[in-house]
């Protein structure tokens, strides 16, 4: 980096809040264990499976005499997953943690994210590397990547690596499928009696890595922020122009809790939640039909423009679409040489709906055809679909602007429908952290420091009370085994984290289910404008309205 920013320069010299018990006490606390825990469910099949790292109890760090180590200690931390703000503060809270154990500590930082641990590729941090990251966003300090650590063969290496280099810890930062294999790889560690450590850090822009414990995934305050603004700007645009329907895309692999956020921050005239469309049932045409309503109502008004929000995962919540892709991961599976045989793409679809079952014929027979491709091309190295790469908002936008069409011939519609297209997603994965995630990310890194030194694995470095100033977080520490439940994972009952979906009968989507029908005909739209970093306290350091609603 050879030329930083004005804004950079000044973000380097902020000080990330901790906890009271850290801030005024440094490492000098006692942790004070709970009573024995139990997993969110399958308890049975979860305890046998992880015999060393199941029941154990809750931490809570409380002033006290201290954990100083007497000897410096060798800690590991890598990142995994997709980007999420406040990554490098958590490793620059873990450093920092890690010295007030004991000033001679080291912290090696694997590269490339799971792979560098098992290929023992790292680097050594030291004060002026860590300086640089200080309050940044993105994961380039030591990069990442998403693969598994999940086998014998991989966990061996990984004890050889950390006997090489002398490492007692390993922090594992990532979502619910990292944090999984983090438990494995604790479980491991204490069943081949490694003296390996292994602690885990909530991280994920897509908020669906939560508990009544875990309150919130680091990353989803800041990147919503950033879409919001985004959206609010889009919003003042639309109602500028007064000639666009704005249909915005926005990421979250499966659950909608960033679209809900957004529309509770910015009060577009409608937001699909992936979660209510499964319970109840919607169908695609359904859905098509409200929002072609919105459309035709606000048209009434002379309003011929509009905001949309969609969840990225909304496809595989939509009952006849989920059949669909399910159906042509197993056909694109076992006939991949027929159809890659077929060239013209005409008939490559008609080979396709000859194949299907009746419904699912005809669902895929009602798609435009771009998407209909895309649900043929694009496929992982599994062969599934690339769900995440369809673009439902042009889907959406193509199918809602036929049935418009459809209703102005009958007679029922004469508003003007001209759409615009959005996709938000890596534009705030990277974003620096907000003062919230900046704080919170180093407390998890810090706490993480804290955990190690009084000997915990298995345990997810948590932060409590986060809807509060940071003067009042309650820091500790969750047993990785309360988060799991027992999955169907191709074919086979595995034991993973459960997802955290949007919850129908909980309070942020209360308030928007409230509040949508006026949003969806009045032009009512909430201008969050740019994340602040300095100013009054109201404007630089609120939490999400999830956040807020949650704990009120
Ligand atoms: P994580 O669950 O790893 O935090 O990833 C979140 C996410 O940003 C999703 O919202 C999105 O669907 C996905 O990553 C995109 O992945 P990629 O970076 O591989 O394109």
């Given at each position: ?253 499966s659950a909608s809790h960033i679209a809900l956020e957004c529309a509770l921050q910015t009060h ?285």
């Amino acid at each position: 980096m050879s030329e930083i920013s004005p804004l950079q320069k000044a973000r380097a010299a902020y000080q990330p809040k901790l906890p009271t018990v850290f801030a005024k006490h440094g490492m000098a606390v006692a942790a004070q264990a709970g009573a024995a825990t139990e997993s969110v469910a399958d308890q049975d099949a979860v305890r046998e499976l992880f015999p060393n790292t199941y029941g154990l109890p809750v931490v809570t760090f409380e002033a006290g005499t201290g954990v100083k180590a007497a000897a410096p200690v060798k800690a590991g931390v890598i990142l995994s997953g997709g980007q999420a703000p406040g990554g490098h503060n958590v490793i620059a809270g873990l450093y920092d943690g890690l010295k007030a154990v004991h000033p001679d500590s080291q912290l090696f930082g694997f590269l490339g994210g799971p792979s560098g641990l098992v290929d023992n590729k790292f680097k050594i941090f030291d004060d002026a590397f860590i300086n640089a990251y200080r309050n940044t966003g993105g994961f380039d300090i030591i990069g990442s990547g998403r693969t598994k650590l999940e086998t014998t063969e991989q966990f061996e290496k990984v004890v050889a690596n950390c006997k090489q280099h002398g490492i007692t810890a390993l922090v594992v930062i990532g979502g619910d499928d990292s944090n999984t294999n983090a438990c494995l790889l604790a479980e491991y560690m204490l069943a081949q009696k490694t003296g390996v450590q292994v602690i885990g850090c909530p991280k994920t822009i897509d908020g669906d890595l939560k508990n009544e414990w875990i309150e919130t995934s680091f990353g989803f305050d800041t990147a919503t922020k950033v879409y919001s603004e985004l959206i609010g700007n889009i919003g003042r645009d639309a109602n500028s122009a007064k000639k666009y329907w704005h249909f915005i895309k926005l990421m979250g692999r499966s659950a909608s809790h960033i679209a809900l956020e957004c529309a509770l921050q910015t009060h577009p005239n409608a937001c699909l939640i992936s979660e209510e469309i499964a319970e109840n049932k919607t169908t695609l045409k359904q859905i098509i039909n409200q929002l072609a309503d919105i459309i035709a109502k606000r048209a009434e008004k002379k309003c011929n423009f509009g905001v949309a929000l969609i969840p990225e995962g909304l496809i595989e919540f939509v009952p006849e679409m989920k059949a669909l892709i399910a159906e042509l991961n197993d056909l694109l599976t076992h006939e991949a040489a027929a159809c890659e045989r077929i060239d013209n793409m005409e008939e490559r679809i008609g080979f396709v709906l000859g194949q299907l079952g009746t419904e699912t014929r005809e669902a895929y027979a009602c798609l435009p055809k771009t998407i209909q491709i895309q649900l043929i091309m694009d496929r992982d190295p599994h062969g599934n679909v690339q769900v995440s790469l369809v673009e439902t908002e042009k889907l959406l936008i193509e199918m809602v602007k036929a049935e418009l069409k459809a209703r102005a011939a009958a007679g029922t519609y004469t508003g003007k429908f001209s759409a615009q297209n959005h996709f938000f997603g890596y534009e705030g994965r990277c974003a620096a952290p907000s003062n919230f995630d900046a704080d919170y990310c180093y407390s998890l890194g810090y706490t993480a420091a804290a955990l190690m030194a009084a000997g915990k694995s298995g345990y997810m470095s948590n932060i409590r009370h986060t809807n509060l100033p940071a003067t009042a977080w309650v820091a500790g520490g969750v047993p990785l085994t309360m988060l799991m439940n027992m999955e169907r994972r191709h074919g086979k009952n595995v034991p993973v984290i459960r997802k955290a979906l949007v919850e129908l009968d909980g309070k942020p989507f209360a308030v928007f289910a409230a509040k949508r029908d006026s949003w969806a005909i009045e032009t009512d739209y909430v201008y969050p404008g740019p994340i602040q970093y300095f100013g009054p306290t109201e404007v630089c350091d609120h939490p999400t309205a999830t956040l807020r609603y949650e704990r009120a």
